[in-house]
């Protein structure tokens, strides 16, 4: 009985001693937008670079390495946040809705500096002919230091580039 009592006081205690809290930040890019822009009204297809694709918030921390976080996650697929933000752009700005669009996103992160890029390409299709096929590029500075300022910068930067989008989408024929 007693080799029990100490057995049981001791896994006891390295269970305690082994668990750690961990605290998640969930960041998004979508809160604020009215619901019914979540409402899929186009032809969009939204591919991200694998590093991208991985739930963590991403940050360039050499020339040569990205590192996606462990504890600062997107709150859902950011395919699916960058697809909402764009169709909201293109519905605001009348953008007709019988085009396949195809974005490729290969950069959408921060770096240590407080730089922030994105780097996609949109290309738009009609009947299998490719009608529409440009490539953007911003890049920004946070305005202090941390994940939210680095989501703040990256959200905005992103509704610009939509906006340039959706009024190069307007005239097309």
Known sequence: MKLLTTSLVALFLLTSCSSTNVNYERYTLVEGLDSNQFARNYDLLVTVAPVLDEGGIVLKTSPVTLRAANNHLWTSDIKAQL????????????VRNNLNIQMYVGKFYGSSDGTTFIDLTVNIKKKDKTVFNKSYYKEGKQS??????LVENLKDNYIEICQEISLDLVNLD
Do not use: E, H, V
């Open 83 to 94: 697809g909402t933000i764009l169709m909201d752009k293109m519905r605001t700005n009348s």
């Open 144 to 149: 202090a230091d941390g994940y939210d300022a």
